[in-house]
């Protein structure tokens, strides 16, 4: 009775809006961290060979309070990625995510693994050019080491979806499913969430983006105004990049996209929404949750505008929120409470988390 209940909310919910079926802690923001040590969760650096990439890769994992002492519980686990030229450590050295899970959990948020993997500047997608690993490792201006940047192979996706899910699952005391996975990131990072739920439907259930790059195909108005308008041609798409000419941003995203349109239009995730919804045989059922959120001055705001309208004509249930802010740590950290808590509402109910048991 209570899931037809839930389920009977949230069809009458508005598109895009904010969900009556929330747990209580699902409107919890990060107020001040836990003194005590005891209540507080801790940070360790781990790493792993990624067969996909062929090189060995470093991620930070954020473990819950209780994690080392109940040691036969299992956890709910969400994965951040990082944007472009940032790392592995970013979500918590700028971005605190580590003090908002801790508070969070100490207003009553049920606890959760959180995995942070260094995704380089690689788009999180198999990359449509074939990379010059000799070159890389010859490159000596670059501070971190080709051990851990220069790689063999650029499956990126492969890398998130498969290496790293099943090292953290093997090593880590997850619930290994997707009904208690999720992933979120930033920018680069949001799209990339976005973008592999929607790639790997068998492994997350819930993905969330703060200021993602969510529409490449977007070619106008600027501002967006309720009718978007697509790029055609390789070109149009190019000259949304012209603020930065040669520059690293369109240079790593045209490498991994690739330069014809139909290779940008298939890492799309509208796209990929609308090749979902037409498949005949139940559409829409492995859809994720969807989250996203951005900056009112985010000079790259319109690409979650445009996913939101997206999905709204699409009927795909989905909330966005637009808050004061631009496209800085400034931003991310004072909003990654948000996500954290609507993840947690969806992978870490307590009535679900019993039944894995």
Not at 186 to 210: C, R
Not at 246 to 265: E, H, I, S
Request: proline residues 7%; negative net charge; aromatic residues 10%.
């Amino acid at each position: 009775m209570l899931s037809l209940l839930l389920a009977l909310l949230v069809a009458s919910q508005p598109l895009g809006a904010p969900r009556a079926d929330r747990l209580a802690f699902d409107t919890l923001t990060p107020g001040t961290a836990p003194t005590d040590s005891s209540a507080r969760g801790t940070v360790r650096t781990d790493s792993l060979y990624a067969s996909a990439l062929g090189a060995k890769k470093h991620y930070l994992v954020y473990l819950p309070p209780s994690y080392g002492t109940d040691t036969t519980r299992r956890y709910p686990v969400a994965y951040y990625l990082h944007g472009l030229y940032g790392a592995e450590t970013d979500w918590v050295e700028h971005g605190h995510l580590d003090a908002a899970m801790d508070s969070l959990i100490a207003s009553g948020m049920p606890e959760l693994i959180v995995v942070m993997p260094d995704g380089d500047d690689g788009w999180y997608t198999t990359w449509n050019t074939i990379g010059d690993y000799s070159g890389c490792v010859a490159d000596t201006a670059r501070k971190e080491p080709a051990s851990s940047y220069c790689v063999r192979w650029l499956h990126y996706d492969d890398y998130i979806a498969h290496d790293l899910v099943l090292h953290v699952d093997s090593m880590y005391r997850t619930i290994g499913d997707r009904a208690h996975r999720a992933i979120a990131g930033l920018s680069m990072g949001g799209y990339g969430a976005v973008a592999l739920a929607l790639q790997y439907p068998d492994e997350w259930s819930a993905a969330a983006s703060h200021s993602g790059v969510l529409s490449p195909m977007y070619a106008g108005p600027h501002p967006f105004r309720g009718a978007p308008v697509y790029a055609t041609s390789f070109e149009q798409i190019e000259a949304q990049w012209a603020d930065n000419p040669g520059g690293v941003r369109w240079k790593t995203r045209r490498l991994a996209f690739g330069n014809d349109l139909p290779a940008w239009r298939w890492r799309d995730p509208a796209h990929r929404i609308r090749v979902i919804l037409d498949q005949p045989t139940s559409p829409g059922t492995r859809l994720p949750a969807l989250y996203m959120d951005v900056g009112s001055d985010d000079p790259i705001a319109n690409d979650t505008r445009v996913f939101d309208a997206e999905l709204t004509i699409l009927g795909v249930p989905h909330q966005f929120e637009e808050y004061p802010g631009t496209h800085n740590w400034d931003y991310w950290s004072a909003h990654v409470g948000q996500s954290i808590s609507w993840i947690a509402a969806h992978i870490a109910r307590p009535d679900s988390i019993a039944a894995s048991r």
